[in-house]
């Protein structure tokens, strides 16, 4: 167990819907990064909160978008939701002044 | 940005032998080098990482070793065993100011056989 968190574990959902998933980082860890995994891209990262600021953005689709809280935890935001979505959807948290990053557990969505 | 190459994509190696895995990267200025593995349906477990001012770490049967010139990295498995049997991830970060994004290799899926 990593002690990141992240719910929830699976969603299913259809075509043009919206959806919210949450990670919750390790204690004390500032920075929060969300990776998408699918069979075909690998594992791509998407953006990077730090302390509740955004930090960096990677392959991010505007459709999609994240936010840090006050209290460090993460959501990412996934809107009019097309089939190609579908993928195993990672958190991971770090200490803001190293690189080692701890993955959860993933949440798998499913756009039907 | 950065690009990581991985090699090979897959790797079948009996119980006991040795096994690498070997990564390239573009951008010289990458400074952090972590492994991860990853068993089906599973998170990406951290087993390893290396920082450019090392050439050389070990971890009792893994090994990753870095060469800054060449501009490539390798994961050794010596003494294999069927629980090593995943998917390994290789990746690589550019230092920037609060930003450290992982690149990741496509992954290689090591299976060994009892």
């Known amino acids: 167990d990593s002690g990141v968190t992240q719910t929830p574990k699976h969603l299913i959902t259809a075509t043009g819907q919206r959806v919210t998933l949450r990670c919750s980082p390790r204690?004390?860890?500032?920075?929060v990064y969300w990776y998408q995994q699918s069979l075909d891209q690998g594992l791509q990262f998407l953006i990077q909160y730090y302390n509740g600021e955004e930090r960096a953005k990677g392959n991010i689709l505007e459709r999609f978008s994240a936010q840090q809280f006050p209290d460090l935890h993460s959501e990412l935001n996934l809107s009019s939701l097309e089939l190609g979505d579908s993928a195993l959807y990672f958190c991971?948290?770090?200490?803001?002044?190293?690189?080692?990053?701890?993955f959860g557990p993933g949440t798998r969505l499913t756009v039907l | 940005g950065e690009n990581v190459e991985q090699h090979p994509s897959t790797l079948s190696v009996q119980e006991g032998d040795s096994a690498v895995i070997k990564c390239t990267y573009s951008d010289s200025a990458s400074n952090y080098f972590p492994w991860y593995k990853q068993e089906l349906g599973k998170r990406p477990q951290l087993i390893i990482d290396i920082r450019s001012n090392v050439g050389e770490k070990k971890d009792q049967r893994i090994a990753v070793t870095l060469n800054k010139t060449a501009k490539h990295f390798s994961l050794h498995i010596t003494e294999t065993q069927p629980e090593d049997s995943a998917v390994y991830f290789c990746?690589?970060?550019?230092?920037?100011?609060?930003?450290?994004?992982?690149?990741f290799g496509k992954g290689t899926k090591l299976s060994v056989i009892p």
């Open positions: 204690s004390g860890d500032l920075s």
């Open positions: 991971a948290s770090s200490v803001a002044r190293r690189d080692t990053q701890y």
């Open positions: 990746a690589a970060s550019l230092p920037g100011a609060g930003s450290y994004q992982l690149t």
